[in-house]
């Protein structure tokens, strides 16, 4: 095997990637982590509970953030394994989440509202809704617009997170 530059051992990529794998999958009382899909990015991504979050007691709307429409708990998640090689021959690492079938989409209960999804937000599970901290917001994604119809059912795809190392970088001299 052949080193190419930039390169890093597993263990550059390992403890970031399996640290967010072990919360997510953490059942905390009878919830695991879930994906919440968002209409909006939060004001302050330090501060993004009251946007961002969802409690498995959320029903019709209630217990959730200001921008979710649906969640989901988290399937399944493979990894770290390694991940494409870039353009520069390096591969890093990355997590694969399986889909979510039959998400239930809530809006405002009238069954014809619709609302723009612009991203996913991985949050840690928690049975209250109340009992979530801004630090449960773990990563969002953004994802392809897309218009959802109040009372419908969607399919979270499989995505995947891929951490590289960095880029050749250049010496002056």
Not at 35 to 61: F, K, R, Y
Request: net charge negative; aromatic share 6%; charged share 15%.
């Amino acid at each position: 095997m052949t080193l190419i530059l930039p390169a890093a051992p597993k263990n550059f990529y390992d403890p970031s990637l399996t640290t967010l794998k072990d919360v997510l999958e953490a059942v905390n009382g009878f919830t695991v982590g879930q994906v919440t899909l968002i209409t909006a990015l939060p004001e302050n991504i330090e501060a993004a509970w009251a946007e961002v979050g969802v409690g498995g007691d959320t029903a019709n709307g209630l217990n959730r953030g200001s921008a979710v429409i649906g969640h989901g708990p988290i399937a399944g998640i493979i990894g770290p394994i390694l991940g494409p090689e870039e353009s520069i021959g390096e591969n890093g690492y990355k997590l694969q989440f399986e889909e979510i079938p039959n998400v239930p989409i809530y809006i405002d209960g009238s069954g014809t509202t619709t609302a723009v999804v612009i991203g996913m937000a991985l949050v840690v599970g928690t049975d209250a809704y109340a009992a979530g901290t801004d630090d449960y917001l773990k990563y969002i994604l953004k994802v392809n617009n897309v218009t959802l119809t109040d009372d419908s059912l969607v399919t979270i795809p499989g995505v995947e997170i891929i951490i590289n190392y960095s880029e050749a970088a250049a010496i002056v001299v």
